[in-house]
């Protein structure tokens, strides 16, 4: 599995779905987290996830990308390609005053959209409880006297309040330091933080960085084919990232170690599924075995390549034709205990809720152990029913949401400047 074998064109359309499915992955996890623990509990989970993955997959994209400033456009350039805002669903519009001083609006908030039915409780636990801290966290990977303040944030008052938020964004130089999150100190020792991806060689066709102005709109065509291979494999890492902190925080808050694998394992499944979904349609594939195969190499459960290692092959042809899943036992995913540790032969649901996501007949699911590797076999089946995990995730507006073209983005220029 690589992104690198995917043309160009296709890399562009899959970035928003690799943003969009990152950002979904709490909307399969935390009703888990509710059903165990309650509301409170569950706003402390995303909390410490989003503190312990944000500092480090922010840093990484810094680093990628050559966006090696410190104010706030540098900031506004890792939010465009963080899974906490995926772009147009989470609909950021930026204004640039000067280098250490700007304000963004959500003209739509997915998330907003998703909680608002729930009641204000949960808005006021995303809105204020986890936004306070998570963003000054996501801040900080560019400048730890960032602060992220609200001018205005839900429950919205009258009920369709446009935009859904306001932020100011200031740094200034005499203002104390904020320490980076125990989490994320945490998080920058485990294998995810520090494997290597494909370097961005230079001399192709479009940005091989975003060094330059903040466009308003990210167009991923726009990129050079270097750039996007590196870019969606930095968003499947910021996938495996959010796992590792939201399974830390999970096990925390846990009765014993069997609770909080029924809650992860029950994470994996929903996303695995809902995003599956969303992935063959996006490419436009059919349902048979190449297009199983197809969504299976690009799914950011099962990447990026140097991190967990899948290898995905076609077995056979025509009706008789199966895939075959490989998951090696010494990849660094596993050396960290994410998502990949938590399948095993026995609990094969987040495989067979990618797989019936292409088609309800790939249903035949059965793995076994070769040394230590994990070999997945899937064939076709009796049709079955979505899992109730992949459900609740589908309770998301991100599993129908459809992105626009924008057309050619603009530079977002400094008021100041004006």
């Not at 796992?243 to 394992?265: D, H, Y």
């Not at 938590?342 to 040394?371: C, F, K, N, Q």
């Not at 009796?382 to 992105?403: D, N, P």
């Amino acid at each position: 599995m690589s992104y690198a074998d995917l043309d160009r064109a296709t890399l562009a359309r899959l970035l928003p779905e690799l943003l969009l499915s990152g950002q979904l992955i709490d909307r399969s996890g935390m009703a888990h987290c509710i059903g165990a623990f309650g509301r409170e509990t569950m706003a402390q989970i995303a909390v410490e996830e989003w503190m312990a993955a944000s500092p480090v997959y922010t840093k990484r994209m810094r680093a990628a990308l050559k966006i090696t400033g410190d104010g706030v456009a540098d900031m506004f350039k890792c939010l465009q390609l963080d899974i906490g805002a995926p772009p147009q669903f989470m609909d950021f519009r930026y204004t640039i005053q000067d280098k250490y001083h700007g304000e963004f609006v959500l003209n739509h908030c997915g998330a907003l959209m998703d909680v608002e039915p729930m009641g204000d409780d949960y808005v006021t636990s995303m809105c204020h409880d986890i936004e306070d801290p998570t963003f000054d966290a996501t801040a900080i990977a560019t400048n730890r006297r960032a602060r992220i303040r609200p001018i205005h944030r839900p429950p919205r008052r009258p009920s369709d309040q446009h935009p859904h938020c306001a932020w100011t964004v200031t740094i200034e130089p005499d203002r104390e330091e904020l320490p980076l999150p125990e989490q994320s100190i945490v998080m920058s020792a485990t294998k995810a933080a520090n494997v290597e991806l494909s370097p961005i060689v230079p001399g192709g066709e479009g940005h091989d960085d975003y060094v330059g102005p903040v466009w308003e709109d990210l167009r991923f065509a726009d990129w050079s084919h270097s750039a996007l291979i590196r870019m969606a494999e930095e968003v499947a890492l910021q996938h495996q990232l959010l796992a590792l902190g939201f399974v830390m925080s999970v096990r925390g808050k846990s009765e014993n170690e069997a609770q909080a694998t029924e809650i992860f394992r029950k994470q994996l499944t929903g996303i695995s599924g809902l995003t599956a979904d969303r992935l063959r349609h996006c490419l436009g594939v059919d349902q048979d075995a190449e297009s199983l195969a197809a969504v299976l190499r690009v799914h950011p459960i099962l990447g990026p390549d140097q991190y967990v290692g899948a290898q995905v092959s076609v077995h056979g042809s025509g009706e008789n034709a199966s895939v075959e899943l490989r998951l090696p036992g010494n990849s660094d995913a596993n050396a960290d205990k994410g998502w990949i540790a938590y399948i095993d032969p026995e609990h094969l649901e987040p495989v067979l809720a990618m797989a019936s996501a292409v088609h309800p007949t790939w249903s035949a699911v059965s793995g076994h152990r070769d040394g230590d590797d994990l070999v997945i076999e899937i064939a076709r089946g009796e049709a079955i029913k979505e899992s109730g995990e992949v459900a609740i995730a589908r309770f998301s507006g991100g599993a129908t949401f459809e992105f626009a073209d924008r057309g050619i983005p603009l530079s977002i220029t400094p008021v100041s400047a004006g």
